[in-house]
Structures are given as C-alpha cells and as structure tokens.
C-alpha cells in the first residue's frame, strides 16, 4: 500500500478534523482535536468566546494553531506516513476573518520544526481573534451594506446575498470603525478557509472563489470585487487598501498553490512534492462531499433545516444565498437556511402524541400516521380549499419574522386565500401540514433553477437527497417526492459528521490527479462509490400529484405575503 494519499481538514467552530482518503477516496485516517476538550489555555466554551455586551462571538486564532499540531500529532500517532501525502485541501467554517500583522509573512517563512506553530505564530496576527457566524454585532453596518446599492434586491444581485451579521464585509467595517489603529497595522485578512491555507503554505494564501461569496464584497457576475462595496467597507483606509489587504481569488478551485512549508517536512515527514489546494467554506465543501452534479438538491433536515444545490442558472434574492461553485465555473451553488426545521415538527409531534397517546418505542408513530393518510394539502376532493400554514417556534429568516403559527385555506381556482383555524382538525391535520409547509418554501425558492429532466416533464432536481435526522422518516420522504419532485428519486445520504472533510479531500484528489479540463464531477463521480453512502427511500416525481403542489406554491407565496403584510402593520 504505497500510494498516494490526501488530506482533507475542517475547522469547524467546536473542532479541527483531519481525515485522509486514498485515490479511490476510501478514508484511511482520521483524527480530530476538540476545542474545548483538549486545548490548554484558553477560556472558551463550545470553541469560543462571547461578548454579550455587544453580541460578539469570536475565537481564539492561537487556538487553531494548537489544534492543527494536535490533529498532525494525532495522525502520526495513528501511523501515518506523511511522506505519501501528496495534496491537502480544507474546509473552513464560513464568514470567520483572521487579521494578519506586518510580520506575518517573516514568521510564517522562518518557523523553526522544534517548536510549536502556536509558540511561533500566536503573535503574526495584528488582532488575536477571529469574529464566528455566530456574531450577530453589526446590525448597523449591515444596514448601510443593505442600502447602499439601493437596496437588499442590489446587493443580493451584486454578491449573491443581502447583507448579513456573519458576512466578512460588515465584519471588516466595524472592525476598521472599531480598532482604527489596528486595522491600519493589518497587513493582510484571511477568511478561515484561506487561514489554513496559509498555515500549510508558509505563505499568506489567496481566498478561495466560493468561500469569497460569503463577505458581501465579491460581485459575483464580474468575478472581481465590487469596488463599491469596498468602498463603503474600507472607509477612509481607501479602496487599494482593502484589496491588497484582501489579495487575489483565483477562478481556478483546484489550482496548485504551492509546495507545503518545510516547517510540516521537517516536524512531520511529509514529502517536498505536497501540494497545497485552496480551502474552501463549509458549505460548499458540503456540496463536494457527495458530489452533487446540477440540478441535484441536497436538503438537511435537523433542528434548523439548509437546502444545497448545484445549477448554472444565478438567479438571487434577498432570502437565499449564491456562491460561485468551488472546483466547477460556470456553476453556482444556491442555498437556503431556516431556522425552523426539526423543532417545528417535534412540537407538533408531541402535540398529537399528547391527544391520542404516544408510543413509547416510536414517538414518531402518530406523526407519521397522520402525515400519510391526510390527504394532500388537505383536499378531500379537488374542488375543496387547499389548507396551508405556517409554524415558527422560533423567529425565522425565510421569510424574516418572529414566532408565531398561522393557517390559511387557498382557493386555487379563484386565487382566493383566507385566514382559517375553524376548518383544522388540530393538531392532526398540521401533522401533513408542517411537512407541506417546510418543502413547499423549498420549492417556492428553488424553482427556475432546474431544467426538464424529458419532454413533457416539468423542470424538477434530478435528485433529491436527505441528511440529518429527519432523513430517517419515510413519511417525509415520500412527501419530499411529491413536492420536490426528483426524476431518478429521494435518497437518503449516510456521511455522517465528516462531510466538510470528505468534500476537501476528494477536492484535494481532484486537484492533483485531474487530466486537462477534467471536472471534479467526472473524476469523483468516476471514483464515488454511491453505494457506500445513499440508499434511495422514496419515489420522486409523480405526475399530478407534483402539479398540484405546483399550484399551491403560488398560494403558499400569497400567505406569506400576508403574513407579512399583517405584521408590518402591526408594528407601525
């Protein structure tokens, strides 16, 4: 066994995980170093540091040098023979910005293989924290982001999406506002991704394309930085500040950037010739992971819920997210996140175990029961009202409003739509209605980015998989086929927790091992193994019964709209 092998990192916000897969992407190693479990020296708490004060929640860079050490560490320990190692590519939590210092390069050049990246590299940062996409402190400058194109709609078509409190872009500018003196003395800002990068090169690396549509200042139709935005973003440091401070993106996500530093040589063995890969975020290593080829939807079904696709269709709003594909131009990947998912089902889960009586061995029992023998939006016959609502335990993002429930019956022949508890039989009835609810703002959103799988088949994904908990349901499944359709069906997705990592290292083998103008779809897709990793679990498309959801998503927009319609009244 002396081939080659490929590292995939993903620093996440609890850990940094190293997972390594040959060129047949069978994972051989893993190792992880837990932050909160085996740093020393640091105050945190579920990998980070609050500032309740102000909303601020940030980490420890020196953290993350400790944890790289110990996850290589782990590895040797784990036999590992660093000299076959012949890539390495990450995953990066998405939206974190590392500040660099002026001597950051010099200490990156000259770091000694006796000592610690953490004793040598914890003072080559001009701040010594990194904001998480769990800050929510720049409200205000996400209001001047939000209008300063003319409004969300601009900058959504502009970036890919409305300004945000995570997004690197009105991170930067309360930064500069906040710590002036400290801003002037950065000499270079990393995003996570390109952080790691930078670690394993011995050099600051350039971000990566896809993780660089998280900041707000990426316009993604130009492929450049959007000299507007900077504009607003660097204040009066000046425009050419920022992009030298901010450096170059590549288009290519598979380019070479360099031989790894000798410091990993010579600390580890790894061999003169590995190559270092641009890292790239989370989520679109999530997408890697799979892979996901266009018009594939990958949807997630755990306590908040996130809807992944790959398509060439650019088609933003201010309630989605678009990032250019990471290893595939001309792609784009289209995600939607809800804080709502499996909290939602669950309470009305627990609602009509408490009226019937649940089972002890299967909670899930009643819910599914009634999920699957109500009929379809409720229509007994097809001239009856369609029943539609909403369930927000928590306040949502998709559409932005606070907690609350709401149903409504939609006429779809006259367009006619009304507020309605009378004709529910609750909570029986939201048991189909809470599914309904959540796939149907999927599909509402979603819709315009796939194409006719055949002559006279509506445009639908060609597959749709499921992860997370509610994989598990097949009574969700099956609804997921009839309203998201799905011409070859619905899978469930079996990666377990290390989807980041797998996504960066089959990125890692790409890279390396690509023939010219390989895509990464072609050379994974030859090499995945499905068969280890996806079951299918439901039908997709189903004629008629796709139609009539296609009709209620043309209601379901209409309640939203009064919903929201009703709420700013309230308000003002």
Excluded at 314 to 332: I, N
Excluded at 493 to 518: F, H, M, P, T
Aim: aromatic share 10%; hydrophobic share 35%; net charge neutral.
């Amino acid at each position: 066994m002396q081939g080659p092998l490929y590292i995939g990192f993903d620093l996440s916000t609890q850990q940094l995980k190293g997972l390594v897969v040959n060129s047949d992407l069978k994972v051989v190693y893993v190792s992880k170093f837990d932050f909160d479990a085996d740093s020393r020296g640091f105050p945190i708490k579920k990998g980070v540091l609050t500032n309740e004060a102000e909303h601020e929640v940030f980490a420890p860079v020196a953290l993350w040098l400790q944890a790289l050490d110990g996850v290589l560490e782990g590895l040797r320990k784990q036999g590992l023979d660093f000299s076959r190692v012949k890539g390495i590519s990450g995953a990066g939590q998405q939206h974190g910005s590392v500040y660099w210092g002026e001597n950051a390069e010099v200490l990156l050049k000259t770091l000694d293989a006796n000592k610690s990246l953490e004793e040598q590299l914890s003072g080559a940062f001009s701040h010594p924290y990194s904001p998480n996409w769990q800050d929510s402190s720049t409200q205000k400058e996400c209001d001047e982001f939000d209008a300063y194109l003319g409004g969300q709609e601009q900058l959504a078509d502009s970036t890919g999406s409305k300004a945000h409190h995570r997004f690197t872009g009105p991170q930067i500018l309360r930064f500069q506002r906040k710590y002036p003196d400290v801003y002037k003395q950065t000499s270079r800002i990393s995003l996570v991704s390109s952080f790691l990068a930078s670690l394993l090169l011995g050099r600051i690396a350039p971000l990566d394309i896809s993780d660089a549509c998280g900041m707000n200042l990426w316009n993604i139709q130009q492929a450049a930085y959007d000299d507007r935005l900077l504009k607003l973003c660097s204040g009066p440091f000046g425009v050419e500040d920022l992009k030298r401070k901010l450096g170059d993106v590549p288009e290519d996500g598979g380019i070479r950037l360099g031989k790894i530093d000798r410091y990993f040589v010579e600390r580890y063995g790894f061999a003169l010739d590995c190559t270092v890969v641009p890292s790239t975020g989370d989520n679109p290593a999530t997408i890697l992971a799979l892979p996901l080829r266009p018009s594939d939807a990958m949807v997630s079904l755990g306590t908040s819920t996130t809807f992944l696709m790959s398509t060439p269709s650019y088609k933003p709003d201010p309630a989605t997210h678009f990032f250019d594909h990471p290893t595939t131009p001309g792609l784009y990947m289209f995600m939607l996140c809800y804080k709502n998912g499996g909290l939602a089902r669950e309470l009305i889960r627990d609602a009509i175990n408490e009226k019937l009586g649940g089972n002890a061995s299967d909670v899930w029992a009643n819910f599914d029961k009634y999920t699957l023998q109500s009929a379809p939006l409720g229509q007994k016959s097809a001239s009856d009202p369609m029943k539609l609502g909403l369930f927000f335990p928590r306040p949502e993002i998709v559409p932005n409003i606070h907690k609350g429930q709401w149903r409504y019956t939609y006429d779809p022949k006259g367009g006619s739509l009304r507020e309605s508890s009378s004709e529910w039989d609750k909570p029986l009835d939201e048991a189909r209605a809470i599914v309904e609810s959540q796939l149907l703002s999927l599909r509402l959103r979603s819709r315009g980015l796939t194409q006719s799988p055949g002559e006279g088949i509506p445009p639908q994904p060609r597959r749709v998989y499921l992860v997370g908990g509610g994989s598990k349901n097949k009574a969700i499944a099956k609804l997921a086929g009839e309203i998201l359709g799905g011409s070859e069906g619905i899978y469930k997705l079996e990666i377990g927790d290390n989807a980041c990592a797998l996504g960066a290292a089959y990125k890692a083998v790409w890279a390396i091992e690509r023939s010219r103008g390989q895509t990464f779809e072609d050379l994974i897709g030859q090499r995945w193994r499905e068969e280890d990793f996806i079951e299918k679990i439901a039908d997709g498309y189903q004629p008629g019964v796709f139609e009539r959801y296609g009709k209620a998503v043309e209601g379901f927009e209409k309640m939203e709209a009064q919903v929201l319609k009703e709420e700013a009244g309230r308000k003002r």
